[in-house]
């Protein structure tokens, strides 16, 4: 009777994956990985090498490869965890989380599976976060928002289901160097401001709207992703227990977001979605500073120089549409996402954009008005320094008018007892 022996066992199944994997990446040939699993069977001693480390040794691939490789597959184990779902591959990783590719077994469909990695999910604040995402997102139903399925726990990782969406990141088209055309750019954001009109008419405010967040299918369908920092606007508890944090990305994050006010709302989503327009038809975020530190001062302090005077290609509407979306004080933003989106379509029309127009008129109005008041304090006060002048003119001239007199009557006395004498 033989027995399997115990490294066998226990790495028989990290081989078969690894090698798959090597040769999907392309570390690789099928021949080459077929070679070191000829010689592994060979060698039936203890000191029987792995097939990772038949690869480095036969120098096919390097060690770092190698630990990435392995590192992939235990992530994936990971999510292999949670039950009705079979995990294909991994499609992404941050340091908040995970994200797999899976099929549903029930339903026989295509899902993404965020997972809470192991260290985060001992901290309740980043557990309830991670579960206040998922119930932001399962309250919307909107074409150009990815879908939430589902929420739980298993094995010890928390764990949100949602949409598979086919594609690929808008960011990931920016780092590749595209800027994009007025139509197509106002296009994509029309796509993305009806998403939050949806969002805002649920009282759910994003407030992490950027390039990273939008995911672009093959259609050209934009979907706006990652509910990780949004909550109810009305939500008093959750909004004080924030109160003086930054919650945003520095190059997209509002001003009052930057200030940790406790009143944040939907404006904040505009001006972050302003600040997502300008770096589709520029190529450039808005700010840009060393630090995000220097990022944020700007937005908060620094003027917004117009995306149509970056890209004189850009029409002049689009630049009004993205002024309005971006300014600092949000009462001089659009009001709603709807009025927004009617100067987005009426641009895209070749009109202009009348509520943008307004609000940029009545800013210019009040500005100017703002001006003469602080002429009008200027004038005033040359007129009482003039006064003031006048009458110290008249005090100099009075008393030289006595020094002057002394003088004569001093050369007088003196003439006068000259002559005495």
Not at 54 to 80: C, D, P, Y
Not at 152 to 173: C, D, I, N, P, T
Not at 319 to 327: D, K, L, P, T, Y
């Amino acid at each position: 009777m033989t027995t399997e022996k115990p490294k066998e066992v226990a790495s028989a199944s990290m081989d078969t994956e690894l090698g798959r994997i090597v040769v999907e990446r392309n570390l690789a040939t099928q021949g080459e990985v077929n070679e070191c699993i000829a010689l592994q069977a060979q060698e039936v001693d203890e000191n029987q090498q792995s097939l990772a480390e038949m690869l480095v040794s036969k120098g096919f691939v390097t060690n770092s490869q190698i630990f990435r490789t392995k590192s992939r597959i235990e992530e994936a184990r990971k999510g292999q965890q949670i039950p009705g779902y079979e995990i294909i591959c991994k499609i992404g990783a941050g340091a908040m989380a995970t994200v797999f590719k899976a099929k549903q077994v029930s339903l026989n469909r295509l899902v993404a599976i965020k997972v809470l990695p192991r260290r985060l999910s001992e901290n309740i604040e980043y557990v309830e976060r991670f579960y206040m995402e998922g119930q932001a997102a399962a309250k919307l139903n909107h074409h150009n928002i990815v879908q939430a399925f589902d929420v739980g726990e298993a094995g010890g990782y928390h764990y949100f289901v949602m949409e598979y969406v086919e594609g690929h990141s808008l960011y990931e088209e920016l780092a590749a160097g595209k800027i994009f055309a007025e139509t197509e750019a106002l296009n994509i954001i029309i796509m993305i401001a009806k998403a939050l009109e949806h969002a805002h008419a649920q009282g759910l405010i994003h407030r992490d709207v950027k390039p990273k967040n939008i995911m672009m299918t093959p259609d050209r369908i934009a979907k706006l992703a990652d509910m990780g920092l949004a909550r109810v606007a009305s939500d008093e508890e959750v909004a004080q227990a924030e109160a003086g944090r930054a919650f945003g990305t520095p190059y997209y994050i509002s001003p009052e977001q930057i200030r940790g006010e406790v009143n944040i709302d939907f404006r904040a989503d505009i001006y972050s979605l302003g600040a997502t327009l300008y770096h589709l038809v520029t190529g450039k975020v808005p700010f840009e500073g060393d630090t995000p530190a220097a990022v944020m001062h700007k937005h908060l302090k620094d003027p917004l120089v117009p995306p149509d005077h970056v890209n004189i290609e850009l029409s002049v509407g689009l630049g009004e549409i993205v002024e309005v979306m971006m300014a600092k004080d949000r009462t001089h933003r659009y009001a709603s996402t709807t009025d927004l989106l009617v100067d987005l379509e009426a641009v895209v029309a070749g009109d202009a954009p009348k509520l943008a127009r307004k609000q940029i008129d009545e800013d210019m109005l009040s500005s100017l008005a703002e001006n003469e008041e602080q002429a009008d304090v200027r004038n005033q006060t040359d007129i009482i320094f003039t006064s003031e002048a006048g009458m110290n003119l008249k005090v100099v001239i009075f008393l030289l008018a006595v020094a002057l007199t002394g003088s004569v009557a001093v050369i007088l006395m003196l003439m006068y007892s000259g002559a005495g004498k």
